[in-house]
């Protein structure tokens, strides 16, 4: 299957810094997606990227779509005690609908 | 407005048993997807249903096998009960067709023992 390498693996950060993370991938896709999982909770989607090159930001949250099409990153601004979670990068290519999804990034934010 | 809907949320289960999860996607959504996520692991695709049938199918064995309802609810049926089936159980519904996000469910959270 396809394998999406996310780095760091986990990150500790004092409160009000920034966070950046990434995904690679050996495959190019069409979409990539960013999700965040709290303990106990199913994935929930942070932001979508359907075009190599695209910089779309959800407050203070902003993900990239990499010209290769085979990376993708997130940053986060400011970042507060609730940004605490696994961060997920997923691909997906254009002729079906699965995605593959990273190994994570765990974040941790010390107040 | 309701949003993907897992039962049951926990389970135990004996090895060499059979169980059955259940899942409501999100109104207006027809596919769902199926995602089985180890401890401290990314989800892991299973299979998707579309009109009622399997579109599309991970590397998994064919102890797992599904099944989608006319109203597009899913069920995900596990036979032979394995220590290593031991995970957080994910269902995901979305539109078919790239470009469209999953939505998530909470999960169902299976121990083999």
């Known amino acids: 299957g396809q394998q999406l390498n996310q780095s760091p693996q986990s990150m500790f950060i004092q409160e009000g810094e920034d966070v950046s993370m990434n995904c690679t991938s050996s495959?190019?896709?069409?979409?990539w997606l960013w999700y965040k999982q709290d303990p106990g909770e199913g994935p929930v989607l942070l932001i979508a990227?359907?075009?190599?090159?695209e910089l779309t930001s959800n407050g203070r949250l902003t993900a990239q779509f990499g010209i290769t099409r085979k990376d993708s990153f997130l940053n986060i601004s400011a970042s507060i005690p609730s940004d605490v979670g696994i961060y997920f990068c997923?691909?997906?290519?254009?002729?079906?609908?699965?995605?593959?999804f990273g190994t994570g990034t765990s974040l941790t934010v010390i107040p | 407005d309701a949003g993907v809907t897992q039962s049951p949320t926990h389970l135990i289960k004996t090895r060499g048993q059979q169980v059955t999860l259940r899942c409501s996607p999100k109104?207006?959504?027809?596919?769902v997807s199926w995602y089985q996520q180890a401890l401290g692991q990314g989800p892991q695709f299973i299979f998707q249903?579309?009109?009622?049938?399997?579109?599309q199918r991970g590397n998994f064995p064919d102890r797992f096998s599904g099944h989608q309802f006319p109203n597009y609810s899913s069920e995900l049926n596990v036979n032979a009960l394995l220590l290593g089936d031991s995970a957080l159980y994910l269902c995901?519904?979305?539109?078919?067709?790239?470009?469209?996000?999953?939505?998530f469910g909470s999960g169902t959270r299976l121990t083999v023992v």
């Open positions: 995901a519904s979305s539109l078919l067709g790239p470009g469209y996000g999953y939505t």
């Open positions: 495959s190019i896709f069409n979409t």
């Open positions: 990227l359907y075009k190599a090159g």
């Open positions: 997923a691909g997906q290519f254009n002729t079906g609908n699965q995605f593959y």
């Open positions: 109104s207006g959504h027809d596919t």
């Open positions: 249903y579309y009109e009622e049938e399997e579109r």
